[in-house]
């Protein structure tokens, strides 16, 4: 049997690439004669470099960073073959190594103050380094700058009425009047991966959509949104790169306005999922597969609505395949999830005993083992 594993992370524990091999191990437990094909997945946000380097030839460079509160922590970024911009190496680069909500506690999350500097700096590593193309991963962010903390660290900070350079953070946008410099971006070309396509401002904004999940409350929001508009507006002014309307376009709100930089900077938005996909070849994997097994840590509403586990699902349905859920947790109703074409879907919180009986806890502290168990579960039900 072949069995095709394309799975999302399941946030805060295991990486896609980890998932993957506890898959494969509980299945092969069972039946170790049916063929295993890994295909791990990332949609932009948190491992979308190591998914690309766990399927592509190229380079993994590591580079000192700051996370999103100026501290240092350490990031990498992938160069590849892959002709950018003037035929040179492309460069790979995940937003969350240095601007993840993942990196701080909650208690340190406050949008108002996070920013996205240190993305900046994995950016200019990846000129520095010979990119002609620099792909951007979105997603998973901890900031609300607009990408402000980003062009500071190319060289064109956001600077007030007198000319000062503004602190960091997005609430400071309040004040932004010019920027003080021009980008140090040697004519690369920039390319945001990301599957949001909210806008920079307005009710389906950064600020309003994923503002409270970053710690900001509802009189935060309606600051942030405000400061995020005046910024727009400076964009718009000071780059000759910058779209008309940045702030209405889609994709500007992606990972806490990132995407309007991107965009402002002369680049654009592509499909993270997608990218990610026709990189491993998804689409020959799906062809072949007897049976589909995706996951992600929680499968409930928002996973059959353009998530990784939602496209997954779809595919394998409109080639007469079998798709299988693994979830940490499942809240989506058996019959909205048929609809979407997912065959079944297991719990680790149910398959540790339920949340009455420490399934939770178990779930996160020990999902290799309870994937290993539920995976070799499956292998006994659907391998021939």
């Excluded at 700051?66 to 003037?86: H, N, Q």
């Excluded at 340190?108 to 520095?128: C, F, H, N, Q």
């Excluded at 979407?340 to 005993?353: C, I, K, P, Q």
Aim: some cysteine.
């Amino acid at each position: 049997m072949r069995v095709l594993i394309c799975p999302d992370k399941f946030a805060g524990t295991l990486s896609a690439p980890e998932v993957v091999a506890a898959v494969i191990a509980g299945w092969h437990d069972t039946a170790p004669g049916d063929q295993m094909v890994a295909r791990p997945l990332a949609d932009g946000g948190p491992g979308f470099v190591e998914v690309l380097a766990s399927a592509v030839a190229g380079r993994r460079l590591p580079v000192p960073t700051v996370d999103p509160l100026g501290r240092p922590v350490e990031g990498e970024i992938l160069i590849t073959d892959l002709d950018g911009a003037g035929g040179g190496p492309t460069a790979y680069v995940e937003s969350a190594q240095a601007c993840g909500l993942h990196l701080l506690t909650p208690d340190e999350r406050d949008p108002k103050a996070t920013t996205s500097y240190g993305l900046g700096l994995l950016v200019a590593a990846a000129v520095e380094a010979g990119a002609r193309r620099v792909v951007i991963g979105l997603g998973g962010s901890a900031t609300n700058d607009a990408g402000a903390g980003l062009l500071a660290a190319l060289g064109a900070a956001p600077l007030d009425e007198t000319g000062h350079a503004l602190p960091y953070g997005g609430a400071v946008l309040t004040a932004a009047a010019s920027l003080g410099g021009a980008p140090r971006l040697r004519e690369v070309e920039l390319v945001a991966a990301t599957d949001v396509d909210n806008p920079l401002t307005g009710l389906h904004g950064a600020s309003n959509v994923y503002g409270p999940q970053k710690g900001a409350s509802r009189e935060d929001v309606l600051l942030l949104d405000s400061a995020l508009e005046r910024f727009a507006v400076v964009l718009e002014r000071e780059l000759s790169t910058c779209p008309p309307e940045l702030a209405a376009l889609p994709g500007a709100g992606a990972a806490g306005g990132l995407g309007a930089a991107i965009l402002a900077l002369g680049g654009r938005c592509e499909s993270g999922i997608k990218l990610v996909s026709d990189m491993i070849d998804l689409e020959t994997a799906l062809d072949e597969a007897d049976l589909v097994i995706t996951g992600e840590g929680s499968f409930d509403h928002q996973s059959l609505r353009g998530k990784v586990v939602a496209g997954i699902a779809g595919a394998a349905r409109d080639r007469g395949v079998p798709c299988v859920v693994l979830a940490g947790r499942v809240s989506t109703g058996r019959r909205e999830a048929a609809a979407a074409g997912v065959t079944e879907a297991y719990s680790l919180v149910d398959h540790f005993g339920g949340e009455e009986h420490g399934g939770v806890e178990r779930a996160m502290t020990r999902p290799a083992e309870g994937l290993r168990e539920v995976s070799a579960r499956l292998a006994r039900q659907w391998s021939r």
